[in-house]
């Protein structure tokens, strides 16, 4: 009998000892599930702090870090805690005393409570977070298309230089404002995170705009040198004709020396060395065009067409004076009369404006027009006492004068009609 109740006794010790030890374990399950969702909830703030600091100012991202770095002090205390009440006893040791176990579950409870009360501060702590993150991640939205578009005009700009070199044209210059690019492109691709959203934004957009200067220049070179090829080839083409034209101006100067005095012609004399010059410095300068191209030296090779374009336009103008002034005299020999009257109509025009509603003219009008009158008068007669061999040329040079009178007091009245 005493041994069976011995057995009896000892069987209720066991019994108050596996129930302890399964409130110990109990407690300690929920306490590693606890610290298991605390670690996921400060993961979490640790995510939405590092969204803040990369969008937010300064100012704003280091109050959010502080306010996280304390709480992950607290986080850490707690787990510490936590950690020595679980390494403080085996609750796997069947045979673990009631007591011990009991100590145990009151442990474990107690580092459960710090736990939940810390991942209660994080969350706490997060929902503050909200308006900052909204703000923040509406801000990180732009980042990823803005870099998008940064590394979308790099290669742009890269195969417009691929192009510029497949013509056969050189692109060092390019290729180096290219390169200069390749560090930012580094501290696009190591993101917002590393050097915030608004210098990533500055930095995305300088990129493009750098990027894009390059391809635009790229793709303007090769039609650069397209026109210069064109404009060289016009040039060419306009010298020859020049000098086609050149071979007129002799026999134009012979006749204008055999029929007319010496002044009709003799300012026109320099014409053809003027001529036999222009096409040499014409040739020089193309030449030189050519030479700057081939080097790429566009503004030089721009300036040097300039420069034959404005030696052909005045030889140009040079040969057209000498035909145009034999064709001149050869009408007002035939006909003086004609310019006459083209002068006088125009006196008369203006005399007939200068009286229009008034009694007598402007002094202002009347004497130009009584000058002119004047001059007219003297030319004719000039003419008509000259003989075989009049300074026609002289004669055209003052009816020309008159009719410029003319016109002047035209306009002189009009404007102050107006």
């Known amino acids: 009998m005493r041994v069976a109740g011995g057995g009896g006794g000892r ?7 596996d129930t302890q030890r399964a409130d110990a374990v109990a407690a300690r399950d929920a306490a590693q599930q606890t610290f298991y969702e605390l670690d996921t909830t400060q993961r979490e703030v640790e995510l939405a702090v590092e969204t803040v600091r990369a969008a937010e100012d300064d100012r704003t991202a280091r109050q959010a870090l502080a306010d996280f770095q304390q709480l992950s002090a607290r986080v850490n205390e707690v787990s510490v805690e936590y950690l020595a009440a679980l390494d403080a006893h085996d609750l796997d040791d069947q045979e673990l005393d009631a007591a011990t176990a009991g100590q145990a579950r009151r442990q474990l409870e107690q580092a459960k409570q710090k736990l939940t009360e810390v ?14 993150i909204q703000h923040a991640e509406a801000q990180l939205i732009r980042v990823t298309p803005a870099v998008e578009r940064a590394k979308q005009a790099l290669l742009g700009a890269t195969t417009a230089l691929e192009a510029v070199r497949t013509a056969g044209l050189k692109a060092d210059d390019l290729a180096a404002r290219l390169a200069e690019l390749a560090p930012e492109l580094t501290r ?16 995305a957009e300088d990129v493009a705009l750098r990027a894009g200067a390059i391809r635009t220049a790229a793709e303007q070179r090769p039609e650069k040198a397209r026109e210069i090829d064109r404009r060289v080839g016009s040039l060419r083409t306009r010298i020859q004709a020049l000098e086609t034209r050149s071979t007129s101006i002799e026999p134009a100067l012979s006749e204008l020396r055999r029929r007319f005095s010496l002044a009709c012609w003799q300012d026109l004399q320099h014409v053809p060395d003027q001529a036999a010059e222009a096409v040499r410095a014409a040739r020089a ?10 080097e790429q030296r566009w503004p030089d090779a721009t300036g040097a067409i300039g420069t034959v374009r404005a030696l052909l336009e005045s030889a140009d103008g040079a040969i057209a004076a000498v035909h145009g002034r034999l064709q001149q005299l050869n009408e007002v020999a035939h006909d003086p009369h004609k310019e006459i009257e083209r ?31 004047a001059r007219l008068d003297r030319a004719v007669a000039a003419l008509e006492e000259a003989g075989r061999h009049p300074d026609y040329w002289h004669f055209l040079t003052e009816l020309t004068a008159v009719r410029e009178t003319a016109a002047e007091v035209v306009a002189l009245i009009r404007g102050s009609h107006a």
């Open 119 to 132: 991942q209660s501060e994080l969350t706490g702590f997060l929902a503050r977070l909200q308006p900052l």
């Open 188 to 203: 696009l691709n190591e993101g917002a995170g590393r050097h915030g959203v608004a210098p990533t934004l500055q930095r």
């Open 285 to 294: 300068k193309l030449t030189e065009a050519v030479t700057a191209r081939d």
């Open 11 to 17: 069987g209720g010790w066991w019994r108050r000892a």
């Open 343 to 373: 002068a006088r109509f125009a006196l008369r025009d203006a005399q007939r404006l200068a009286m229009s509603g008034r009694q007598s003219p402007d002094p202002r009008h009347a004497a130009p027009l009584d000058a002119a009158v």
